[in-house]
């Protein structure tokens, strides 16, 4: 699975009953998934996603085994409760193998340049992923938001409304004062960046992120705090996997489904809370530490993989 132990439990759910708007998914075991955390389509039976979860999900039944990437102490309830039958009695074993790590990937240049300028932990790297557009209207309160933290920072931007390198639509965007506002203290792209390059650089202190799972994984590995902002698809159920874990600060309105605009005095607050506190940082220190753990010899990861290798050495082939 490409997602949270817990968004798979939510999927499996969907085999027992459909779920219904406005009620906490209760799952014996599990933490209760409030009702504004499935994205709205999960609502919709006749939706083609759910229709396709029901249709494809009891094949899971046959198989030997199921991976999952996350790891024990993240989601440690969850994984529990799936491995003794609590979401659903018949699935078979399941085995956190994570955190992955990605394939080496194209390094930057530009950007990896600037990063190297600044101080250790001073930007914060705010992308929302290569599928996640935003409207001009909040990227002006994002951009003010910014500006108003006084942090440095790395901002992937993807929006219908600007599709061209052209640094005049990022003016006419952001408002004509805000380059000079921001002088030497930012960098806007409009382009691919290797993510997990731009976090394990040393100048990277905070993440303003979609929620992601390859980003919350990534983020836990290496040590650095998120703020979640989700707009949709399995990311507020990660995003709240990620609070309960100590890795990030989550406002529940942000990301929902009918939010609003999110203000720039608001993203302010949460941006230098993201980067100044010291409790946070302590709180990541300790998922880090048992990411890191889980790959170890005698580690929980490690140790599923080996259960792995051995299930799929005694089956006999075809």
């Not at 009953?17 to 609502?43: F, N, Q, W």
């Not at 399941?94 to 194209?106: A, S, Y």
Request: proline letters at 6%; hydrophobic letters at 40%; aromatic letters at 8%.
């Amino acid at each position: 699975m490409v997602t949270s132990a817990r968004f798979f439990s939510l999927m499996v759910s969907l085999l027992d009953a459909p779920l219904v708007r406005g009620k906490d998914v209760i799952l014996p075991g599990i933490k209760p998934i409030h009702a504004d955390e499935p994205p709205p389509i999960m609502y919709n039976t006749e939706h083609a996603f759910v229709r396709l979860i029901i249709a494809n999900a009891p094949h899971l039944l046959h198989a030997k085994g199921i991976l999952v990437n996350t790891f024990e102490n993240f989601e440690s309830d969850t994984l529990s409760a799936l491995r003794l039958g609590r979401v659903f009695k018949d699935l078979p074993p399941v085995f956190p193998i994570g955190p992955l790590h990605r394939l080496e990937m194209e390094k930057g240049s530009n950007y990896v340049a600037w990063l190297d300028k600044q101080p250790v932990k001073s930007v914060v790297f705010v992308s929302f992923g290569s599928r996640t557009a935003m409207g001009k209207d909040q990227i002006k309160e994002l951009g003010d938001g910014l500006q108003r933290s006084g942090m440095r920072f790395l901002w992937v931007i993807k929006t219908t409304m600007v599709d061209k390198d052209d640094k005049e639509e990022l003016t006419n965007l952001l408002g004509p004062t805000f380059f000079e506002l921001t002088n030497n203290k930012g960098l806007i792209l409009k382009e691919f960046v290797n993510q997990e390059e731009v976090l394990s650089h040393p100048s990277i202190g905070g993440f303003l992120t979609h929620s992601g799972w390859n980003s919350v994984l990534e983020s836990a590995q290496l040590r650095i705090p998120l703020l979640a902002w989700p707009p949709g698809g399995d990311q507020r159920v990660n995003a709240a996997v990620m609070k309960d874990a100590g890795l990030g600060i989550w406002e529940r309105h942000w990301g929902s489904e009918n939010q609003g605009l999110i203000m720039a005095h608001d993203i302010k607050d949460k941006i230098m809370e993201l980067m100044t506190s010291d409790k946070l940082r302590a709180n990541v220190e300790k998922v880090a530490y048992e990411a890191k753990k889980a790959w170890e010899i005698d580690g929980s990861s490690s140790l599923m993989f080996n259960k792995i290798i051995d299930i799929i050495s005694k089956t006999p082939k075809n």
